[in-house]
């Protein structure tokens, strides 16, 4: 059984150097897939190649048994959405029309705003609770708050799957939890979620299907539970760690050695 | 199985009765099976007001003059063919083009400021500032007077030739890896200074007669401009205005960012490159007919924005109004003083882009 979201043989390339070579990735549909893996492995290349952001030189991505880039861009942004890892709200934009700029792929000309537009950004604003923030201005806020923001206009726009690239980075670790929680609420209503990770305890805990890359390569592929092993961290990361089972959520848990303990 | 059945709603949203969007302000609500859109009331409200004052400043305007023509007098050479022949000629074939002219350059820069200050997420981005003016005004004069082609269209052709080169040295120096606006907006001050410095060098080493020709159309004056001038600029006006059109839409998403912009399916390469052609185009189109008319589009676009309180410099119909409104009030002003509007708008202009240098300064540090 082949998945809608897949990468088949794909090279992608920064001018001329490949980063990541001749590389295949079924995302398993309704998973939450989280990519991981040391600095440089690849891991946001991959992504921005699912994105649209970076055109394969090799192999294709397929969208639901079509070719990613044979698609319309609005017709692949109907089905596929992204949470980049900076995005600039413009001056004096309030949280409201912010996500409403979510709707874009599903307006036109003609229909500039509909009531269907107006339910999906209120069910985004609800369901990453910044309804009350609606009138705000997106500068005013905090960075857990804008972040959840971004995360309701990628909502808006009602996609199948969306992909989340390094969402937590620069988030304090209680909006951080916050944030892979409301993940993994959106990935339980039926969104298939594909999030490039920093923090290997937060994908072992949250993810359905774990991704291990390095050099372009990847290394391991499947549950958290079943591939993260003390050998595979220290494959993927040249990291000498133990791992334990996570007491809270009975995942993996990584600890580092350093070099104390050795 | 279909994508979007597989969408089952979280079980916060199956409420039946969820809130309303609260949009913190008023809207009209237009909705049909083929028309939906959402009009904030202040925007529609901003729109008439500055419609208003176009029609009231135009009247004035056409009263203005050596031969004098009161308001009654104007409005009936204007509605009424069977007038008195003189006061109608005077009126109507002469005053006439002139206040239409200035609602045309008004509304083309005024879009044209729209469109690039959108699309460097910078008032400062406007064509004025970033040289695709002075490079249109260089490539009028080097068709005047180094060609000797006077016609508007040969002139238009300068400007948008000039204009278009001019933009793409400014890109192409800027360019690298990314294109940040900063380095626009700094790269294209050196080319616009370059340019005028050349344009100077082109009417010093020409004869007297030629200079003093370039140098009138030079200081921006809608006052010699009858219909004959005018219709060829209407219809590349419009052509340019429609095509433009979708840029409405999709600037203010590129604003987000590329990759935001890509991911809601707008294609930042196509747009960028649509946006600087049709933005020059809009420039090229009014310096060929009226010389440059500064700070319009600089302006335009920012006070618009602070009217109809938009998140948008990019917001066709109130930019358009207002840019039409302020050059009608100038060359009105420039009628009462007697000096061309060009100068009007670059006195106004100048305090305005200090004040607004002070600011962006201001916020900056």
Known sequence: MTTLLQARDITLSYSDTPIVSRLTLEVPDDSFTIIIGPNACGKSTLLRGFARLLRPSTGTVLLDGAELRSLKPKDAAKKLGLLPQSSIAPDGITVA??????????????????????????????????TDLSRRLVDELSGGQRQRVWVAMALAQQTRHLLLDEPTTFLDIAHQIDLMELFADLHRSGTTLVAVLHDLNHAARYATHLVAMRDGEIVAQGDPREIITAELVEAVYDLPCTVITDPVSGTPLVLPLGRRTR | MSIDQRRAPSPDLRTPDLAPVDHGRRLLRLETSR????????????????????IA???????????????????????????????????????????LFAVLCGAALALAGGIFQSLTRNPLGSPDIIGFGVGAQFGVTLMMVVLE?????????????????????VYVLAHRNTLSSFRLIIVGIGVSAGLGSLTSWILISVSVEKAMMAATWGAGSLASLGFDQLVPAAIVFAVVALASLPLNRTLPVLEMGDDAATALGVSPGRTRLSAMVFGVALVALVTAAAGPISFIALAAPQISQRLTRSNTPMDTVPVMLTGAALVVVSDTLAQLVAVPVGVVTVSVGGIYLAWLLAAQYARRS
């Not at chain 2, 409200?45 to 419609?51: D, E, G, P, Q």
């Not at chain 2, 009263?63 to 005077?90: C, H, K, L, M």
Request: avoid cysteine.
């Open chain 1, 97 to 130: 029309d912010l996500v409403g700029r979510g709707r874009f792929p599903h307006q036109s000309a003609m229909r500039t705003w509909s009531s269907t537009d107006e339910r999906a950004v209120a069910e985004a604003m609800a369901a990453t609770g910044v």
């Open chain 2, 35 to 54: 028309v939906a859109a959402l009009i904030p009331v202040r925007a529609v409200v901003v729109s008439a007001v500055l419609v208003a004052v176009i």
């Open chain 2, 57 to 99: 400043a135009g009247l004035a305007s056409m009263t203005i003059g050596a031969y004098e023509v009161d308001f009654p007098s104007v409005i009936r050479a204007i509605v009424d063919p069977a007038s008195d022949p003189d006061i109608r000629q005077v009126v109507f074939e002469w005053r006439l083009p002139r206040v």
């Open chain 2, 149 to 169: 082609l006077n016609t508007y269209m040969f002139k238009a052709v300068g400007a948008l030739v000039g204009g278009l080169i001019t933009a793409l040295l």
